[in-house]
């Protein structure tokens, strides 16, 4: 019962965490209002006669733009500088035909954005990117609905996201799948099989052909841009546009470029410079697209030099591609555009009539779609911006101006405009955004009550707990009725809020009154401010410190054990002051030795260097690969070693260890090193379907092995105690010893707990492996420093109250309940692990290739989980191990000598266990919900920042993640470890006799 008491509160604690969030998200997170409308072109007023009447939109997945670049970064790679050269070449010698931009890509860099940025012409939003995997179709108006109006025939082949997007707008499609990264060519190859037949065919049964390759994308996120690879993926684009060239008639246009480009390791995403430098070619083989562009006013044109080249070169927006195409093709540009119109490839004339009548068009389109979006409901959005906008649209209105003045005001009001739904384009819901922050900030404060509630009631907490749940669910109920009653009053008053949004937060926000009201005098109980909790709240304010936060978390943990190591200074006995400044020390190397595996940010350069990855390659260091399997074979017999301190090494460890937990972390070490010398082409090209089915079931069998067969065996033999029953003498009783009964809760529950460290282990790459090792150590290190620490206070307390007890071994005495500074630690210990297993608060730091652990394709519930787990899954681990410390070294019978055991004293033991197991899933949830709290504030207070997306609003949808895995790792470690490993302990002790051990 007591037990069920514990996981209601904690799962209670959950549903508050949920709703805050949901509130909070969706006042901060909203996506961009999608208007219905479509440009109808009745009289051709909206467009201008084709240039060309077919075009070839050819997309080379991640085409950085330096990789085409005439003048590359200096120093030049020989991997993919100087490969792809055909645009550069066919641009120097065809001035007037050929044209090669630096083309700018919003983030997200993910490829599903940037196909709807290249056929609408519209922003992205933050949030789109969470529909990467699975886009649904695009309904607002977009190039191939226009092709569509006007009767034009459009083909596809290539990365089959774009059926996903645009169902039924191919006449002819070939669609390979687009998110097996470990298939460096069959979508390539199945681009160039479809494609060079269509345009050798003469009859030219198309009118808009689209090919996506995907190689160059592959490649960077399977060896990096740096491997022998991509130099074959570039020289094989190289001949494919040769080709394509050959075979292009006078009257097709062609159009070559990259969705995103890609940053040094290889992935995409964020908003990078070298993510979001991409190429961009257009070539017309027939008529040349301007007779001569060095006339074009300089205002109309910008440039953008990338990173270390040495020149700078002619740089557009992506989205330019829409109006300019569009236009090319006697298309209307679709009605959402925000993009402009390209200048070189409408100056036919030195007058510079049609690019005036081309921008004519493109304004009266953008300043169309800005009013109906204005007329929305969304329309609000734009307030701050409409002034500047309605005075750049009058500028465009002026009389006598010349034509050059005219092109200048129009092309201007086209990029104020992009500039000013760039600004806005995150739809605030202040009132939402308000709600979801007052019960977050609520919710933290009703867990510190409940928190100290639990903390005074001692051994009497069950009872505690089983009257204010009463009260927090009447609570809850009445702000049920209170919610329905006020969205029923005072619907026309609550902007943006439906029925179950106020209920979400009444109930809640009620329970939460309750909570503190009930245990408003308990409150005493937290004597000290969490310092590093502040510390680390308060730090992402800053966007500086978000940015190291990686460096912060390091500091916080030794700050957050420094006054340990000062009562060990001062134990009353040596042994204990040994215990504490050993185990302190070893904590404080393990600490240092993760804080050497880094990833580092974009912002972090040039004062950071990255060790997690091999130099300039997505792929382990040299170093790392040879401690790989050691770590493995050895880390189950450190954790043994550890357990032996109690004797408690006996039983179910003596063959778990060993026999589950090492073969899984040698199996995870071994899917690794198999994708390591598969990546590595250490063997012939021929070996690499082997590598991949031998990887994938070796996994898969150890998944199986760990969680069904060392799982199973730990539920029937939960227990690590062995007995002994030597022959009695003549004349004495028989004694029965049991061995480990000083640690028989902990015991048992680590082994729970390495049962899914086994399997983060194996998710994650082989630097992060060494990582979680060392993190695995420094927790039960850590968990002996608690104990002695306990041990000093104890006998503190003793010799405070009675001098003469220190020497009565008959005096049985309280084990001291465990505070929050000991559960920051812990916390810190998730969150350092977070960063040094490769991660950051960014998303071109997810390590995409844990998505293909357990299949060689993306399988959207396997791979989620798999990515989850490895970036996730440290976090995961540090919720779940918190019940060890008040299970470790907490024996069944008590802490008096045999003499002086009860059945009242070991059911006291046993209450306290359970009761500080709550507490300290309490104290966890509590640390990450106030970094959630300091995180959405500061998106909060800075949603108009410049780094609003790049830096607070990341962080912010981390820490959410962080405290929703943080919860149901506590709920799962209250719910079936500390149940099962009580219920097996009180029922081996329940009325035994026993000389201990």
């Given at each position: 019962?007591?037990f069920?008491?514990?996981f209601a509160?904690l799962?209670w604690?959950?549903i508050?965490h949920?709703?805050g969030i949901y509130?909070f998200?969706?006042g901060?997170?909203?996506?961009?209002?999608?208007?219905?409308d479509?440009?109808l072109?009745?009289n051709?007023?909206c467009?201008?006669?084709?240039t060309?009447?077919?075009a070839?939109f050819?997309?080379?997945?991640?085409?950085r733009?330096?990789?085409v670049?005439?003048?590359p970064p200096v120093?030049?790679s020989s991997i993919?500088?100087n490969?792809?050269?055909?645009?550069?070449?066919l641009?120097?010698?065809t001035p007037?035909?050929s044209f090669?931009?630096?083309?700018y890509s919003d983030?997200p860099t993910?490829?599903?954005?940037r196909?709807?940025?290249?056929t609408t012409?519209?922003?992205?939003t933050?949030v789109?990117?969470?529909n990467n995997?699975g886009g649904?179709?695009?309904a607002?108006d977009?190039i191939m609905?226009?092709?569509?109006l006007?009767?034009k025939k459009a083909?596809?082949?290539g990365?089959?996201?774009?059926?996903?997007?645009?169902?039924?707008?191919?006449?002819?499609?070939f669609?390979y799948?687009?998110f097996?990264?470990?298939?460096l060519?069959?979508v390539?190859?199945?681009?160039i099989?479809?494609?060079?037949p269509?345009?050798?065919?003469?009859?030219?049964?198309?009118?808009f052909l689209?090919?996506h390759?995907l190689?160059?994308?592959?490649?960077?996120?399977?060896v990096?841009p740096?491997?022998?690879?991509?130099?074959d993926k570039?020289?094989?684009?190289n001949?494919?546009?040769?080709?394509v060239v050959e075979?292009?008639?006078r009257?097709?246009?062609l159009?070559?470029?990259?969705?995103?480009?890609?940053?040094?390791?290889g992935?995409?995403?964020?908003?990078?410079?070298l993510?979001?430098?991409s190429?961009?070619?257009i070539?017309s083989k027939?008529?040349?697209l301007s007779?001569d562009?060095s006339?074009?006013?300089?205002g109309?044109?910008?440039?953008r030099?990338?990173p270390?080249a040495?020149?700078?070169?002619?740089?557009?927006?992506?989205?330019d591609?829409?109006?300019t195409?569009?236009l090319l093709?006697?298309?209307?540009?679709?009605?959402?555009?925000l993009?402009?119109?390209i200048?070189?490839?409408?100056?036919?004339?030195r007058?510079?009539?049609?690019?005036l009548?081309?921008?004519?068009?493109n304004?009266?389109?953008i300043k169309?779609?800005?009013?109906?979006y204005?007329?929305?409901?969304?329309g609000?959005?734009?307030?701050?911006?409409?002034?500047?906008?309605m005075?750049?649209?009058?500028a465009?209105q002026?009389?006598?101006l010349?034509?050059?003045q005219?092109?200048?005001?129009?092309?201007?009001?086209t990029r104020v405009a992009?500039?000013?739904?760039r600004s806005i384009w995150?739809q605030f819901?202040?009132?939402?955004m308000g709600?979801g922050?007052a019960?977050?900030a609520?919710?933290v404060?009703?867990?510190?009550a409940?928190?100290?509630g639990l903390?005074?009631a001692?051994d009497?907490?069950d009872?505690?707990?089983?009257d204010q749940?009463?009260?927090y669910?009447r609570?809850?109920?009445v702000?049920?009725i209170?919610?329905?009653?006020?969205?029923?009053?005072l619907?026309?008053?609550l902007?943006?809020?439906?029925a179950l949004d106020c209920i979400l937060?009444?109930?809640?926000?009620?329970s939460?009154?309750v909570?503190?009201a009930?245990s408003?005098?308990s409150?005493?109980?937290l004597?000290?401010?969490?310092?590093?909790l502040v510390?680390?709240a308060?730090a992402?304010?800053?966007?500086?410190?978000?940015?190291?936060?990686?460096r912060?978390v390091?500091?916080?943990?030794m700050?957050?054990i420094?006054?340990?190591?000062?009562?060990g200074?001062?134990?009353?006995?040596?042994?204990?002051?040994w215990?504490?400044?050993g185990f302190s020390t070893?904590?404080?190397?393990?600490?240092r030795?993760v804080s050497?595996?880094?990833v580092c940010r974009?912002?972090q350069q040039p004062?950071?260097?990255v060790?997690f990855y091999?130099s300039s390659s997505?792929?382990?260091?040299?170093?790392?690969?040879?401690?790989?399997?050691p770590t493995?074979?050895s880390?189950?017999?450190v954790l043994r070693?550890?357990?032996k301190?109690?004797?408690?090494?006996?039983g179910?460890a003596?063959?778990?260890?060993?026999?589950?937990l090492?073969?899984?972390l040698?199996?995870?070490?071994g899917y690794?090193l198999l994708e390591?010398?598969d990546s590595?082409?250490?063997?012939d090209?021929?070996?690499?379907p082997?590598l991949?089915?031998?990887?994938t079931?070796l996994?898969?069998?150890?998944?199986f092995?760990v969680?069904v067969?060392g799982?199973s065996?730990?539920?029937?033999v939960?227990?690590?105690?062995d007995?002994?029953?030597?022959?009695?003498?003549?004349g004495e009783?028989?004694?029965?010893t049991v061995?480990?009964y000083?640690?028989?809760?902990g015991?048992?529950y680590?082994l729970?707990w390495t049962?899914?460290f086994?399997?983060?282990?194996?998710?994650?790459?082989l630097?992060g492996?060494?990582v979680?090792?060392l993190?695995a150590?420094?927790?039960?290190a850590y968990l002996e420093?608690v104990d002695?620490?306990?041990d000093?206070r104890?006998?503190?307390?003793?010799a405070?109250?009675?001098?003469?007890?220190?020497?009565?071994?008959?005096?049985?005495?309280?084990?001291p309940?465990?505070?929050f500074?000991d559960?920051?630690?812990?916390?810190?210990l998730?969150l350092?692990?977070f960063?040094?297993t490769?991660h950051?608060?960014?998303?071109?730091?997810i390590q995409?290739?844990?998505a293909?652990?357990?299949?060689?394709?993306?399988?959207?519930?396997?791979?989620?989980?798999?990515v989850?787990l490895?970036s996730?899954g440290?976090?995961?681990?540090a919720?779940l191990?918190?019940p060890?410390l008040?299970?470790?070294?907490r024996?069944?019978?008590?802490?008096?000598?045999p003499a002086?055991?009860?059945p009242?004293a070991?059911r006291?033991t046993?209450t306290?266990?359970q009761?500080?197991?709550v507490?300290a899933g309490?104290?966890?949830?509590a640390y990450?919900?106030?970094?959630?709290?300091?995180?959405?504030?500061?998106?909060?207070?800075?949603?108009?920042?410049l780094m609003v997306?790049?830096?607070?609003?990341?962080?912010?949808?981390?820490?959410?993640v962080?405290?929703?895995?943080i919860?149901?790792?506590v709920?799962?470690?209250?719910?079936v470890?500390?149940q099962r490993v009580?219920d097996?302990?009180?029922?081996?002790f329940?009325?035994v006799?026993?000389q201990?051990?």
């Open positions: 019962m007591a069920s008491k514990g509160l799962a604690i959950l508050l949920l709703a509130l998200t969706s901060f997170l909203l996506t961009r209002l999608s208007l219905p479509f440009t072109c009745l051709n007023n467009t201008l006669p084709p060309h009447t077919r070839v050819l997309i080379i997945d991640a085409l733009f330096d990789f670049s005439p003048e120093p030049a993919h500088h490969i792809l050269t055909l645009p550069r070449e641009t120097a010698a007037r035909n090669l931009f630096n083309a983030p993910a490829t599903l954005q196909i709807k940025a290249l012409g519209s922003l992205p933050f789109d990117i969470g995997f649904s179709a695009i607002e977009s609905k226009q092709l569509h006007a009767g083909v596809f082949m990365d089959d996201t774009w059926m996903s997007v645009f169902p039924d707008s191919f006449q002819m499609s669609p799948d687009s097996n990264v470990e298939d060519h069959t390539d190859e199945g681009v099989k479809h494609l060079f269509l345009l050798e065919d003469n009859s030219k049964p198309f009118d689209v090919g390759f190689g160059v994308d592959h490649v960077g996120h399977r990096g740096d491997h022998p690879s991509m130099k570039l020289e094989q684009m001949r494919v546009l040769a080709r075979l292009l008639d009257e097709t246009l159009v070559v470029l990259g969705d995103h480009g890609m940053d040094r390791a992935d995409h995403g964020g908003d990078g410079t993510e979001t430098s190429a961009m070619w070539y027939g008529a040349p007779i562009p006339a074009i006013p300089s109309l044109l910008q440039y030099t990338f270390n040495p020149a700078s070169h002619r740089s557009i927006q992506q989205i591609i829409v109006p195409l569009s093709l006697g298309l209307p540009i679709p009605f959402n555009n993009g402009s119109v200048p070189e490839l409408f100056w036919r004339d007058q510079g009539a049609g690019l009548r081309a921008l004519e068009i304004v009266a389109q169309s779609y800005l009013d109906a204005r007329a929305s409901s969304s609000g959005e734009l307030d701050n911006d409409w002034l500047s906008l005075s750049a649209w009058t465009t002026a009389a006598n010349t034509v050059d005219n092109l200048i005001v129009m092309s201007n009001y992009l500039a000013a739904c995150a819901n202040p009132f939402l709600l922050l019960l977050l609520l919710g404060a009703a867990i510190w409940t928190y100290s903390s005074s001692g009497n907490w009872q505690w707990l089983g749940l009463q009260k669910v609570g809850a109920a702000g049920a209170v919610g329905l009653l006020i969205y029923v009053g619907d026309s008053h902007p943006g809020m439906d937060f009444c109930a809640p926000f009620v939460c009154i909570m503190i009930t408003a005098p409150l005493t109980s004597k000290s401010l969490p310092v590093p510390l680390h308060i992402f304010l800053s966007n500086s410190f978000t940015f190291w936060e990686d912060l390091p500091f916080l943990i700050s957050s420094a006054p340990l190591m000062l009562k200074i001062t134990a009353p006995s040596s042994r204990l002051r215990r504490i400044i070893l904590f404080a190397v393990c600490v030795l050497t595996s880094t974009e912002e004062y950071c260097h060790t091999e997505p792929s382990a260091p040299l170093p790392v690969l040879y401690l790989a399997v493995a074979l880390l189950p017999w070693r550890f357990l301190i109690s004797r408690s090494h006996l179910l003596k063959f778990f260890l060993p026999g589950i090492m073969p899984t040698v199996a995870g070490a690794w390591w010398a590595a082409a250490i063997l090209g021929e070996w690499t082997i991949r089915i031998a990887r079931w996994v898969r069998a150890s998944f092995f969680l067969g799982g065996l730990w539920w029937a939960p227990l690590c105690l007995i002994e029953s030597p022959p009695p003498k003549l009783k028989r004694q029965v061995v480990g000083a640690n028989a809760f015991s048992s680590l729970f049962i899914f086994a399997v983060v282990y194996a998710t994650s790459q630097t492996q060494l979680l090792a993190t150590v420094a927790l039960v420093i002695s620490v306990r000093v104890m006998l503190e307390a003793l405070a109250s009675s001098p003469s007890a220190l020497l009565n071994l008959e005096t049985p005495s309280r084990s309940p465990i505070r500074a559960v920051v630690p812990v916390a810190l998730g350092h692990a960063y040094g490769g950051q608060s960014t998303i071109s730091s995409w290739k844990s293909f652990l357990l299949t060689s394709t993306v399988d959207f519930t396997l791979s989620a989980l798999t989850t490895n996730f440290p976090l995961f681990l919720g191990a918190v060890l008040a299970l470790w070294n024996s069944p019978l008590g802490v008096g000598p002086a055991e009860t009242q070991r006291k046993d306290q266990v009761g500080e197991s507490v309490l104290g966890v949830m990450y919900a106030v970094l959630l709290l300091g995180t959405a504030v500061s998106a909060a207070i800075l949603r108009r920042h997306w790049k830096v607070f609003a990341p962080r912010f949808m981390a820490a959410v962080e405290l929703v895995v919860d149901a790792a709920l799962l470690g209250f719910g470890g500390v009580g097996r302990v009180s029922h081996m329940r009325g006799g026993t201990l051990a």
